[in-house]
């Protein structure tokens, strides 16, 4: 798991090699093992020039600087073939040249396939895997990883440079195009140091951010750059970008095959998933709950371990009575797993919050997020690299409450049929579940399929967002953006039920641009990686043709998933409901960090007084402190709008 980073001047202006190496530094923490750059000439003639730091660079002697028109960075934290993988990494001949951040878990297999094609091989590392396989296979070549990645491969013969990014988005890579120039890197602060890139909000990507909570792909907040979507790659050349899918998006659902199969193909493909993903030459450990998902992957991996597994949990404070720790500390205790814990207090989150941010890099409305990063700081501290964790399993097998809705959207419409939608509303006044239910009720007055999941994933009923912000951003933003957004994903969904249709989208919009975005962030803040066997392609493209029924059963989520694991975790806690982080953050923000809030958007620079409506915000916030209603989760995307904003955008604000 690496941190990459590239500069293509295409007008033929020489790379400044001490930008290069600040932007490959600043994500120093994506590598702390290793450093290198390249410097190329696209027209040629000139050597590749090879260095690790400036000094490197300067002694290169006798070599012409002004040639060299394209750089690659690479930092490495080494878990694979720690002797002989260090990047940035050539082809024999030199025509090809790879930055690469992941891990492919099938590399060995196209190894073997790519030997018996002729292919000749200098080390032990997925890296080269990939340069041959670009060899063999061309553009076709992603789709033959399994694995998470994002890689940038220069060309020379095509004189074009091959950017690719893993089939669910595990691993993020950002770019830009400005004037003939192009830059990519593994995290949106390593662009920003080149001084040149506008710092200009985009006012409809706030719109989005504030719509669903993440901003979706391929959009940041920053006008000028962009993500690179999941499955997708990107070619680079003299004239322009072109992007194309590389992912087959096609999903058949099955709706023939028998419980008792898909259950037994389901179990095999969950251990198949998980010893491939335990391929490494460093520790790795698990982040454990109490729950099915990560309990599973326990089960597995000490099924499958020579020795103890490592396992850590976080609990928070103030929510001790839903606590993880314990059931946890249980589940790793009946596996002979070593168990380490930590209890996240509101000290800790608010001393966290700023370098969270500038770890995260997006503002996002998930208030467990920071708590991806102590689990990682644990293991880091233990000397682990690696995390095991069951991202995924929620989006592919229906684990969250609003598949209850798209599953029995039908019998709910009494819900919004009075007295019900009085009473109801009454009831649970000033709780999140009553936020959610009201949230439901919002959904009866949409039109259309996309005017329905528009409102699904809102953060907030309609108008509420339009409240957010201030008269002259509301008249500036295209209000129908959100809406196409969601009309674009359908476009691509299924034939099926809206439950089916549902976690299609889920997967490839808010997994990797809300969760996975958090999880990968959080993790590299304190250089470990985090793996999701869930996620593994083959696994996923089974679990996406099993119908929704199977899925969602009665009131019981994760139905198939739950009866495929039981065999390993046993039925208390395969049937065990989801708990999650379940973090203080509503009483927190009634507490110290609703006043560092306050004090942060009273500010006259403040986001809140630039952009936003503070008056309004002001009144959410009164409104969550007195329990009249659970704003929690829109209030922290809200204070991680602002310290997103104080972190980034002054040009001092990075590096």
């Not at 391929?218 to 000028?224: K, V, Y």
């Not at 991806?372 to 399993?393: D, E, I, P, S």
């Not at 936020?435 to 329905?452: F, I, K, M, N, V």
């Amino acid at each position: 798991m690496c941190g990459i980073c590239g500069i293509w001047w295409r007008d033929g202006a020489p790379v400044d090699p001490g930008l290069l190496v600040r932007m490959r530094d600043t994500m120093v923490h994506r590598g702390p093992d290793g450093a290198g750059c390249v410097l190329l000439d696209v027209a040629g003639p000139a050597p590749a020039v090879s260095f690790r730091t400036l000094d490197e660079r300067a002694h290169a002697g006798g070599l012409d600087p002004t040639t060299h028109s394209l750089g690659l960075g690479h930092r490495r934290l080494s878990i694979i073939d720690l002797a002989t993988g260090d990047q940035p990494m050539s082809s024999e001949d030199g025509s090809l040249w790879i930055v690469f951040n992941g891990e492919i878990y099938n590399f060995r297999e196209l190894r073997e396939e790519l030997r018996g094609c002729g292919h000749r091989f200098r080390t032990s590392s997925d890296t080269e895997v990939i340069l041959h396989a670009w060899q063999e296979f061309g553009e076709d070549c992603p789709e033959r990883l399994n694995g998470i990645f994002a890689f940038a491969l220069w060309d020379a013969r095509r004189r074009e440079l091959f950017l690719a990014r893993d089939h669910f988005g595990v691993k993020p890579l950002y770019y830009y195009q400005l004037d003939g120039r192009f830059a990519f890197a593994s995290e949106l602060k390593a662009l920003l140091c080149d001084r040149t890139v506008p710092r200009e909000l985009d006012l409809d990507a706030l719109n989005l951010c504030l719509t669903f909570r993440h901003t979706p792909s391929p959009r940041t907040l920053f006008q000028a750059i962009r993500k690179l979507e999941p499955g997708c790659l990107l070619v680079v050349g003299r004239d322009g970008l072109r992007q194309e899918r590389f992912r087959d998006d096609s999903v058949i659902i099955d709706r023939r095959t028998a419980e008792a199969e898909w259950t037994e193909r389901l179990r095999e493909a969950i251990e198949r998933a998980v010893t491939r993903q335990m391929v490494s030459d460093v520790p790795i450990a698990l982040s454990l709950s109490s729950g099915v998902d990560s309990t599973t992957l326990l089960a597995l991996m000490s099924r499958h371990s020579t020795g103890a597994v490592s396992a850590f949990t976080v609990g928070f404070g103030g929510r001790e009575n839903s606590s993880e720790i314990e059931p946890a500390r249980r589940n790793a205790a009946r596996f002979g797993a070593e168990f380490r814990s930590q209890v996240i207090t509101s000290d800790d989150y608010a001393e966290f919050m700023q370098r969270y941010i500038w770890h995260l890099e997006e503002p996002i409305g998930n208030e467990s997020a920071a708590a991806y990063h102590f689990v990682a700081a644990m293991a880091q501290n233990n000397g682990v690299k690696v995390l095991l964790n069951g991202q995924g399993a929620d989006e592919a097998f229906a684990g969250y409450k609003r598949y209850v809705a798209a599953r029995y959207d039908g019998w709910l419409r009494l819900g919004a049929v009075p007295p019900f939608s009085w009473l109801g509303p009454s009831l649970l006044r000033g709780t999140a579940l009553g936020e959610r239910y009201g949230h439901y009720l919002s959904t009866r007055g949409a039109t259309d399929e996309a005017g329905r999941f528009l409102r699904f994933y809102s953060i907030r009923p309609p108008g509420t967002v339009q409240k957010l912000l201030s008269p002259g951003v509301r008249g500036l933003v295209d209000q129908e953006l959100p809406r196409r957004t969601v009309a674009e994903q359908l476009s691509r969904a299924p034939a099926g039920t809206t439950l089916e249709r549902m976690t299609f989208v889920d997967t490839r919009t808010s997994l990797p641009d809300n969760l996975l975005l958090c999880e990968d962030k959080m993790a590299m803040a304190a250089s470990v990686e985090a793996r999701v066997p869930f996620l593994d392609v083959e696994l996923m493209a089974l679990a996406e043709r099993i119908p929704g029924r199977l899925k969602l059963r009665g009131l019981c989520d994760k139905y198939i998933h739950r009866k495929a694991c039981r065999a390993w975790v046993g039925r208390e806690v395969a049937s065990r409901p989801q708990i999650g982080f379940d973090n203080a953050v509503d009483l927190w923000l009634r507490a110290q960090l609703g006043e560092h809030m306050r004090a942060t958007i009273a500010a006259r620079d403040s986001f809140t007084q630039t952009y936003l409506n503070a008056d309004y915000v002001l009144q959410l916030m009164q409104e969550h402190t007195e329990h009249r209603r659970d704003h929690q989760r829109l209030l922290f995307l809200l204070l991680s709008v602002e310290h997103w904003y104080h972190a980034f955008m002054g040009s001092e604000k990075v590096e």
